[in-house]
């Protein structure tokens, strides 16, 4: 996602595709694991992106399109370098969860499924970690982080760059 | 084929097993509303207007896909299944808009039907709607999705030719919408204007943009013809006002039955009193072109002329 | 030999390609197809080093490497195993990464094998003094006080939380690395696998899992038994088994802690119940939000298939089975079984309108088995100890154990394992020790977004199936989120209604349009604009999307709704008649006012309010004008004296 030069970066990234796309090529039921693997390739998906993989896959657009936003996972536009999911589940929200929510969102400057400027967050909410006993919980890439005070969420953030 | 009985508002039936309760109450006249069920589709059971009282079931079932069971016991219009009526018909339309009065499908629209069979004036539920565009950039058809009740039937015949499948389902919940692909127009998208999907929707959300302000539904007789310009034989109906043929609007699709826009168009040239300039797109442009090219007969007429007026 | 998995000596002939089929009994008790004292000795103390006895000069360092990590326990694990190796004490002691030991609230959590010794809220600064112990007196800062008793206890079976469970699924979890099979095997894993094999036909194996009783852990209860006869009765030339991981209730994490601390356990089901059903092949679907019990499904799935117990011909039986993991995309209504498979074919999570049973026409439209992971992980348990022994344990028509996720205003928040019928006031109050900070108990929450809310009358029901369907909750995954005074329970309907609300697929017209009026009507009555008919209309609504909708989500979508209307309708009553929030939550119906015997003036609340609405003269009580308060609370927040008061 560090793209500054352009063209050798998208070659790579294109190279990556469509060695997906050949692992893929004849699999069933392989439309999802490849958005999967697309989204970590290019951290969204791309218009460009989704036409050759319903072209490899033989699926029209429109239904990798309907998949695409169907589920929570994929993104149809850039986001930022790190992704923070705060957990709207039952036990954080009970133990004010919303508050977490706020502090980090005024923090960033950005709402609800809001990039930074310098694509450095990208904010979101979850329905549930599963850290439900640390609760309230939130998830900075694949980091869990527990027992969170609002001063304790945004001091969290700064250890990622 | 073995025979089920099962009985329908106290009527003793007896149907081909394998049936549904929709065709058994069918064939006995009793009428049970349907959206998004279509003989020649695949079906969905999604819609929910359709569901019935099953005894010793908890919940009520939709009559479309439930198959009949030997000594089954149905109630069409119980009250639970009144209730249910009533209140998915409300809930449709607090999520659609009230212009009936200048709406095309006026007086041809199920959900108009319904709300008239069943009573209800106006949703008592007020809250967000949505507010998407009304999409009228393309000569052929009309695209309202606020007035979309996602049965998904323009979907499923889309899907049924080779190749088309240009509308799917996008988005989730609250906010699903037919779209095409990246969520553009019809006129953006691949669509080739068969006209399959708007033959088959149940309200006015899909419209015949050629003939739209020409006639009120019931001032309109509908004629059905064979198209002969492929062996496909695919059904149109000829669409007349005070005697004059006003347009072509495609027939129901059938299997193999592709439908295509130089059929209709063909149809119009043959039958219409005053046809419509065709339009063909250009890039990412519709353009009015000739009927020769419309109908792709250009190279064709060029050597007919070229023949016959030597 | 430093793998259980090694072969003991040349005579050894298993290889995956060649597989023997007393493998497993080999591991565990010494070669069966060859008599050597030595190769016999190998295997077992290989086996007393994974579980060491008392007194055999052997330690075990349990470190948390699941819930833990995210208070810490990483750190911990790398000091501890740095300090071993620089002491050179690797011949005694061994540093072990293990799964969650359930009392999160607690963690990180370490404990000592074989002394049962367990420390709480430990920090890398104490690895020195717990390696300076070992043999000595337990370091007694980190020992856990018993609340009862206000002592400290050494071992954790002398912690509260822990003696009133009964831990059959959970038993691994917390004591064996997950990422090592060969610590599964030293505990008796796969023999119910190999026993199955040789000694039962599938058919069997279904009467067995029938006798159990055992009833689907995923929420319906249906009896698994019954499933997979109706599996192994489905003609076919392909059949499947999927393990439902989709676990997206919030407040639910079982799975997670089974499939992160024993996910062999859940494999060993799956491949029992391919042998029971006629199927070769199976499906994890795991929930994307949990990458660490992917990473080890993965693991656990590549040894096993290296060690010959999954794959083609596992233990020359001529049985194959193979295992795919499916990461999910985000989606909860893909828990649903009918959704999770059509989202494994690749399409929009969609449920369908089933005709006829799964495991007649599901995935693909072959015969199916899905179950959940809890269900797969109580299969070894039955086969090794007998149906009709775990038929024994529960209730008349629940058997065995559930595991329960404890959390909200509860003080020892973590994972339980209770045997079915344990009543709600022994898990919530014995187990769990009682609500936070001494306040009242109001309701539990059970089943996640399609159970009920229980108030306190129902404290005393021994919990199964069948008695949380009769009060208007549901076993659903086993969440159960307590509340106390200060929850608002019109905000707890508001609160799943939006996550179901979220959750809809779209698909069919009364959940995509009933649950977003429902919604729409419980954030009015939150708001203070709720007017007389919105109570009947959640009636009618309800009732209605109940009924009508396609699946189990808009089916049970209302149910909080419903149970709350039930239970707490006066709180239903006082938002909307007397626009007031009885718990104090709804912030829009709340007003703030100053208690003038315990205002003395200061002024510190008029300094701090942003809305400039209290005004008072020095040392004189002060007061708030209601209109100008926009209700953030700094005042409450600033006052010494607690003269400040919502209502
Ligand atoms: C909306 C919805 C979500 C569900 N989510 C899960 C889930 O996360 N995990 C699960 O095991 N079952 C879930 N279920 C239940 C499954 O449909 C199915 O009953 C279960 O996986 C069957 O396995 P069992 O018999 O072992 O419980 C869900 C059901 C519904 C309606
Ligand atoms: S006009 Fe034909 S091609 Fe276009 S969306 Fe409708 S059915 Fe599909
Ligand atoms: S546009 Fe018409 S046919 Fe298509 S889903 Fe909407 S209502 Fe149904
Ligand atoms: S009940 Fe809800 S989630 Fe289930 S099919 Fe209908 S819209 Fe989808
Ligand atoms: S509710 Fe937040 S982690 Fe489960
Ligand atoms: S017509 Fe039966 S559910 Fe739509």
Redesign the pocket.
């Known amino acids: 996602m560090t793209c500054k030069c352009g063209h050798d970066d998208a070659a790579t990234k294109q190279e990556a595709l469509q060695k997906a796309l050949d692992k893929y090529r004849t699999v069933r039921g392989a439309l999802i694991p490849l958005l999967q693997e697309a989204q970590e390739i290019y951290g969204y998906l791309p218009r460009e992106v989704m036409q050759q993989i319903s072209g490899a896959l033989g699926v029209p657009f429109s239904k990798t399109f309907g998949v695409a936003t169907f589920y929570a996972q994929f993104h149809l536009k850039p986001r930022g370098r790190n992704i923070i999911r705060i957990c709207q589940g039952t036990a954080c929200h009970v133990r004010g969860a919303s508050r977490i929510f706020e502090s980090v969102s005024e923090n960033l400057g950005v709402g609800i499924n809001g990039t930074t400027d310098d694509l450095r967050f990208t904010l979101e909410t979850v329905a549930c970690l599963g850290a439900c006993g640390l609760a309230p919980a939130m998830m900075v890439n694949d980091d869990t982080h527990g027992r969170l005070s609002p001063d304790k969420a945004v001091e969290t953030l700064k250890q990622y760059e | 084929m073995t025979n089920v009985r099962l009985t329908i508002n106290g009527r003793q039936v007896s149907v081909p097993a394998g049936s549904t309760i929709?065709d058994a109450a069918a064939a006995q006249g009793i009428f049970i509303p349907?959206?998004?069920?279509d003989p020649g589709l695949p079906g969905?059971?999604?819609?929910?207007?359709?569901?019935v009282e099953v005894k010793g079931s908890k919940n009520l079932t939709?009559?479309?896909?439930t198959a009949v069971r030997e000594g089954m016991v149905v109630e069409t219009e119980s009250p639970a299944v009144v209730e249910a009526r009533k209140t998915i018909l409300e809930l449709i339309l607090a999520n659609h808009p009230q212009d009936c009065l200048t709406c095309e499908k006026n007086g041809d629209c199920r959900l108009q039907d319904y709300a008239f069979l069943y009573g209800i004036k106006e949703s008592g539920f007020k809250g967000e709607r949505h507010n998407y565009p009304v999409e009228d950039d393309n000569p052929y058809i009309i695209r309202d999705m606020n007035k979309c009740i996602l049965?998904g039937k323009c979907v499923r015949t889309c899907a049924q030719v080779e190749g088309r499948a240009v509308i799917d389902y996008a988005f989730r919940g609250f906010n699903t919408k037919v779209a095409p692909p990246m969520n553009t127009t019809l006129g953006e998208s691949d669509c080739v204007y068969c006209g399959r999907c708007v033959a088959v929707c149940p309200v006015g959300a899909l419209l015949y943009k050629p003939l739209a302000g020409k006639g009120r539904v019931w001032e309109i007789d509908r004629e059905p013809v064979t198209c002969t310009f492929c062996e496909s034989g695919c059904q149109f109906f000829l669409n007349r006002k005070n005697g004059r043929v006003i347009g072509v609007t495609a027939g129901t699709p059938g299997p193999g039955r592709p439908l295509c826009l130089k059929g209709r168009l063909g149809m119009e040239l043959l039958h219409c009193d005053d046809p419509v300039t065709p339009q063909l797109k250009k890039g990412d442009q519709f353009e009015e072109v000739s009927w020769a090219e419309a109908l792709g007969l250009a190279g064709v007429m060029e050597k007919i002329k070229k023949l016959e007026g030597k | 030999m430093n793998n259980l998995m090694d072969k003991c000596c040349d005579k050894c002939v298993h290889s995956p390609r060649t597989p023997c089929r007393d493998y497993v009994v080999c591991r565990l008790e010494g070669p069966v197809c060859h008599q050597d004292e030595a190769c016999k000795e190998k295997r077992i103390r290989f086996r007393s080093e994974v579980n060491p006895a008392p007194g055999q000069g052997r330690t075990v360092i349990c470190v948390c490497a699941g819930g833990c990590t995210s208070s810490g326990s990483m750190k911990i694990l790398d000091r501890l195993e740095k300090a071993v190796a620089d002491k050179g004490l690797g011949g005694s002691v061994e540093v072990r990464r293990v799964g969650c030991h359930g009392f999160c609230e607690q963690g990180p959590i370490v404990t000592l094998e074989p002394d049962k010794i367990f420390y709480t809220q430990v920090t890398e600064a104490d690895v020195d003094d717990i390696l300076a112990s070992i043999g000595d007196r337990p370091v007694e800062r980190l020992l856990y006080t018993n609340p009862e008793t206000g002592e400290k206890v050494v071992g954790y079976d002398q912690v509260p939380f822990y003696t009133r469970q009964k831990k059959l699924v959970l038993k691994n979890c917390g004591f064996i690395n997950p990422e090592r099979i060969d610590q599964y095997v030293a505990m008796g894993g796969y023999r119910a696998l190999v026993k199955v094999l040789f000694n039962m036909t599938p058919q069997e194996v279904v009467d067995e899992v029938k006798v159990s009783g055992l009833r689907g852990r995923g929420g319906a209860g249906f009896p698994t038994g019954v499933k997979w006869q109706g599996a192994l009765n489905a003609k076919n030339d392909k059949k499947y088994v999927i393990c439902n991981a989709d676990e997206g209730d919030p407040g639910a994490f079982m799975d997670r802690s089974v499939l992160e601390g024993d996910p062999h356990a859940v494999l060993e089901g799956m491949i029992i119940c391919g042998y029971a059903t006629g199927s070769d092949e199976g499906y994890i679907y795991v929930r994307a939000e949990y990458p660490m019990a992917i990473h080890r499904l993965k693991i656990a799935i590549a040894h096993a298939e290296q060690y010959g117990l999954l794959g083609d011909n596992i233990l020359n039986s001529g049985f194959n089975f193979h295992l795919k993991i499916k990461a999910g995309a985000g989606a909860f209504v893909c828990g649903e079984g009918t959704a999770l498979m059509t989202s494994i074919e690749g399409n929009r999570g969609m449920p369908r309108f089933k005709v006829g049973r799964s495991t007649e026409k599901g995935l693909w439209e072959k015969p199916t088995t899905l179950n959940n992971v809890e269900t797969f992980a109580n299969v070894p348990v039955i086969i090794n100890e007998g149906g009709g022994w775990y038929a024994s344990i529960g209730t008349e028509k629940s058997k065995g154990t559930k595991i329960f996720s404890l959390t909200g205003k509860v003080i020892n928040t973590g994972l339980v394992e209770v045997p079915m019928g344990a009543t709600l006031r022994q898990i919530i109050f014995d187990v769990g020790g009682g609500i936070l900070g001494g306040k009242e108990f109001k309701a539990v929450q059970a089943g996640g977004p399609s159970g009920g809310c229980l108030p306190s009358e129902h404290l005393g029901l021994p919990i199964d199936y069948d008695s949380l369907g009769a009060v208007g909750a549901m076993m659903g995954s086993g969440g159960l989120v307590v509340m106390d005074e200060t929850t608002c329970m019109v905000d707890v309907a508001r609160y799943f209604l939006n996550f179901t609300q979220n959750e809809s697929c779209g698909k069919c017209t009364p959940c995509r349009e009933g649950t977003k009026r429902m919604l729409e009507i419980l954030t009015r009555i939150c708001e203070g604009q709720g007017v007389p008919g919105d109570i009947d209309t959640l009636d009618r609504l309800s009732r209605v999307i109940v009924k009508t909708s396609l699946c189990g989500l808009g089916q049970s979508a209302p149910n909080p709704v419903i149970s709350t209307l039930m239970y707490f309708k006066d709180e239903y009553l006082a938002h909307i008649n007397d626009k007031r929030c009885p718990a104090g939550v709804c912030t829009a119906l709340l007003v703030y006012s100053i208690n003038a015997e315990k205002c003395n003036g200061c002024g510190l609340c008029a300094k701090n309010c942003p809305a400039n609405a209290i005004t008072g003269e020095k040392k004189q009580p002060h007061v708030i004008d209601t209109k100008a308060c926009i209700k953030c609370g700094n005042c409450i927040q600033k006052c010494k004296f607690g003269a400040v008061e919502k209502k």
Do not use: E, Q, Y
Not at chain 2, 34 to 37: D, E, I, K, L
Not at chain 2, 44 to 51: D, G, L, M, T
Not at chain 2, 62 to 65: I, R, S
């Open positions: 929709l349907t959206f998004c069920h969905v059971a999604s819609c929910r207007i359709c569901v939709p009559a479309c896909m049965c």
